[in-house]
């Protein structure tokens, strides 16, 4: 088997670190100088250079004519040094993330002491240095503490907070960084010529994308790809199966009926994404990196365009300049906030499908006329809930217990969602939205009552069981929600147990709606009442509230569509 690329293109000099001049300009300036330290801290993520750097170093110093950045490459040391070569005896690389080192560490302790054999320096790279147990930092942190003249550490580490304190203080510490795309992409493409491989246009971003700006990543990628080249080389549609991209034409239907306002074929299109077993976060991702780039287009123009979009295919560029102008400047803005936004709310979150729909539906609906019946159709076919104002309790997934469209979902807290995401609203909007809720319908209100109910049972048994089955609300306003209770009895336990508290904490959590809370006697509540029966459906074992993906939507989109018509 071939040498791996990463093993194969590995730097033996810091000229060739790709990405990380921050951190060899300074260390090639201090070869030069001979100002060199006797403990160094390489920090950063997996993958970017860290150890590959520590034997530049080590080979650096150890050069007959070093310290210096060029190391000679002739002299014994730089060849046994070199990035694959068989190694040196001075040099020493321990990995902490085997076993702690703790009977290493006081080996090390023992012989450090001892000059080098062939070399200038006796050079420790300890690599994962975080990982390090205590009993092998401590007997370390002697010698660092007091190194003879001829040892020198070099700690690498993805965790640089986790290596203890009196170590870390005893090095000068250099933090690795992910490599930008355009740096990345420019040695990619070195690599494919020195391979001799012909990799088609648009191949290589994907390559950086799935990176994630790490070279061994990069590389480790790239060599599956070249791996598996036909006499062609790399095709781009290869690339895209074989990393896992979202098929560009799912991308395209998206974008497609995104400018075309077209909600039927994009719920469609979501459902295809599904069916064809795509990730949905993984398209959401892709959807926003979609309209980053028609956001460069419509900025850039296609030729400038292409310059930051590299090897975009030609076609592909021209379909894009088509969407971009169908969209518009201001829409695709506001469409990559929202898929951005999303894809944050997506993290941890069990039902990312509904979250997707959910970022459609807010991309839609303002660009859409209220006179657009797909989408209307849809949001009223699906939605319990309506004429509810985004305050800032909304539920969001929390436990799934089974699959389908309608997930169950638990009532989170505000502080769970954060304030801070909704755009900045005017005091003008404000108004509109604060109108919005003292004009909230029992109707609205009374949809959400089982929910309330089942929030109620988790704050306090007794209020519950005053509330479920003899229970509903007669009226709301902007000071109070009127609740009627079936017989004075149990009016006057609610009232004295306080549980006018509870109820008004329920409401505020559920609905977002704060407001004092009145019970009345109303004989006139039967157990027939929506909250009876929703009491009996939520007798199930399951602890959580049903509410569709819908209703969560109509509740998000209820302040976009005001703002929107105002
Ligand atoms: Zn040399």
Same mark, same amino acid.
């Given at each position: 088997m071939s040498l ?5 293109y590995?730097p /033996?000099v810091?000229a060739?670190?790709?990405?990380q ?6 260390? %090639?300036?201090?070869l030069?100088s001979d100002?060199?330290?006797?403990a160094y801290?390489?920090?950063?993520p997996?993958?970017?250079?860290k #150890? ?8 650096s110093? $150890?050069?007959e ?11 014994q040391?730089?060849k046994?040094l070199v990035a694959?070569?068989p ?12 076993h702690?080192?703790?009977d290493d560490a006081?080996?090390l302790?023992d ?10 320096y006796k050079?420790?790279?300890i690599d994962?240095?975080?990982?390090l147990?205590?009993?092998?930092a401590n ?5 660092v503490?007091e190194? +003879? +003249?001829?040892v020198?550490?070099i700690?690498? #580490? ?5 290596l ?5 203080s005893?090095t000068?510490?250099?933090?690795f960084?992910l ?14 010529k ?6 088609a246009?648009?191949?290589?971003p994907l390559?950086?994308?799935a990176?994630g700006?790490s ?8 060599g599956?790809?070249?791996a ?6 790399v095709?781009?549609?290869?690339a895209?199966?074989?990393?896992g991209?979202?098929?560009?034409a ?14 039927? #074929? ?5 459902d295809?994404v599904?069916?064809s ?9 892709d959807l926003?990196?979609?309209?980053r ?7 850039l123009?296609e030729t400038s365009?292409n310059?930051?979009l590299?090897?975009?295919?030609d076609d592909q ?5 088509t969407?971009?102008?169908?969209i518009?400047?201001a829409?695709? /803005?506001?469409?990559?906030?929202i ?5 944050t ?7 990312p499908?509904l ?7 807010r ?9 657009d019946?797909g989408l209307?159709?849809?949001?009223e076919r699906?939605e319990?809930?309506e004429?509810?104002? +985004?305050?800032? %309790? ?7 217990t ?6 169950k979902?638990? +009532?989170v /807290?505000?502080?769970q ?5 909704a755009p900045?609203? /005017?005091?003008?909007q ?6 919005n809720v003292?004009?909230m ?12 109910i089942e $929030?109620?049972k988790k ?9 479920s ?8 306003d902007d ?8 017989n004075?009895?149990a009016?006057d336990?609610?009232v004295r147990s ?6 008004r904490q ?9 407001r004092k809370?009145?019970v009345?006697?109303?004989? %006139? ?11 009996r ?8 509230v ?6 969560l939507?109509?509740?998000e ?10």
């Open positions: 791996a690329l990463y093993r194969k590995r /033996s810091f060739d670190v790709i990405g001049e921050h951190v060899t300009v300074p260390l %090639s300036n201090a030069s100002k060199t330290h006797h801290l390489f920090s950063g997996r993958g970017c250079g #150890t590959s750097s520590a034997r530049i170093m080590a080979r110093l $150890n050069c004519k070093g310290p210096t950045p060029t190391p000679c490459g002739l002299c040391s730089c046994d694959n070569g190694g040196s005896i001075d040099v020493i690389e321990l990995d902490a993330a085997t702690g080192l703790v006081r080996d302790r012989k450090a002491f001892f000059a080098p054999v062939s070399s200038k050079i420790y790279i994962e240095a975080h990982q147990g205590p009993g092998a007997a370390l942190l002697k010698v503490e190194p +003879p +003249p001829h020198i550490f700690f690498a #580490t993805t965790e640089p907070e986790k203890i304190a009196t170590i870390r005893r000068h510490h250099y933090p960084r490599v930008p795309p355009g740096v990345l992409t420019a040695h990619l493409e070195k690599i494919c020195a391979e001799g491989v012909e990799v246009k648009g191949v290589l390559v950086v994308r990176s700006g070279v061994r990543d990069a590389l480790s990628v790239l599956q790809l070249l598996g080249a036909g006499k062609d080389g095709s781009y549609d290869i895209v199966q074989l990393l991209f979202t098929d560009g799912l991308l395209d239907d998206a974008i497609d009926a995104l400018a075309a306002h077209d909600a039927a #074929t994009l719920f469609a299109t979501i295809r599904i069916e077993g795509h990730d949905p976060k993984r398209f959401t991702a926003l990196e979609r309209l780039d028609l956001i460069v287009v419509d900025a123009g365009a310059s930051i590299r090897d975009m295919p560029l021209e379909r894009m300049r969407q971009a102008d169908r518009g400047t829409s695709l /803005s506001r469409a990559a906030d898929a951005a936004q999303g894809l709310e997506m993290r941890g979150a069990t039902a499908r979250i997707l729909e959910l970022i459609c539906g991309i839609l609906l303002p660009m859409s006329d209220s006179t019946s209307l159709a849809r949001i699906l319990r809930v004429n509810i104002a +985004p305050m800032p %309790s909304v539920a969001v997934p929390a436990k799934s089974g699959g389908g469209d309608t997930k979902v638990l +009532p /807290s505000s502080e969602l954060t304030e801070k995401k900045p609203v /005017s005091s003008e404000q108004t509109v939205k604060k109108t003292d004009a319908d029992v109707a609205g209100l009374r949809r959400l009552w089982p929910d309330v $929030n109620v704050r306090r048994r007794l209020t519950w069981s005053l509330l089955a003899s229970a509903h609300i007669l009226g709301v000071k109070n929600i009127t609740v009627g209770i079936a004075a009895g009016r336990s609610f306080e549980s006018d508290e509870i109820l329920a409401f505020i959590e559920v609905v977002g709606l704060d809370i009145e009345v006697v109303d004989p %006139s509540v039967t157990p027939n009442t929506p909250a009876a029966r929703a009491v459906v939520d007798e199930s074992p399951s602890d959580v049903q509410l569709s993906g819908a209703a939507l109509a509740r989109l209820g302040a976009q569509v005001i703002t929107d018509k105002k």
